[in-house]
C-alpha cells in the first residue's frame, strides 16, 4: 500500500513540475476555498431570510469558489484545452447551482 501511496505522491510531484504548479498550495486552495465557499452560501441564506443585500456575500462565494482554478489559469503552464474546457463548465453550473439555491431558498422564505 505504501508502494501505491508513494507512487502517487511521485506522480502528483512530477505533474505539478511539468505545470509549473505547486500541488501542495493548489490542494490548500482548493480544501480552504471550499469552507469558505460553503460560509458565504450560509450568509446569502442568512441575508435572503433577514431581507438584507446578498451581493456583498454573493461576490466573495464566487471568488472563494474560484480561488484554486484562477492559480491553475495563472501560474500553469502547458495545460491542455481539455482543462480549461471543465474549469469553464465548473464555472458555468456553479453559478447556475448557486442561482438555483437561492432562487430556492428565497421562494421559501417569501412564502
Not at 507512487?7 to 486552495?29: C, M, S
Not at 484545452?81 to 448557486?98: N, P, S
Amino acid at each position: 500500500m505504501t508502494e501505491y501511496i508513494t507512487l502517487f505522491k511521485d506522480w502528483v510531484i512530477a505533474l505539478g513540475e511539468k505545470h509549473e504548479v505547486d500541488p501542495l498550495l493548489l490542494g490548500t486552495l482548493y480544501f480552504a476555498s471550499k469552507v469558505c465557499f460553503i460560509t458565504f452560501i450560509g450568509w446569502v441564506i442568512k441575508s435572503l431570510k433577514s431581507k438584507k443585500a446578498i451581493m456583498m456575500p454573493l461576490l466573495l462565494a464566487s471568488v472563494s469558489f474560484s480561488m484554486p482554478y484562477l492559480y491553475l489559469i495563472i501560474a500553469g503552464r502547458n495545460i491542455p484545452v481539455w482543462v480549461y474546457m471543465i474549469i469553464a463548465l465548473m464555472f458555468a453550473y456553479g453559478g447556475y447551482t448557486i442561482w438555483k439555491k437561492i432562487t430556492i431558498r428565497q421562494g421559501a422564505v417569501n412564502r
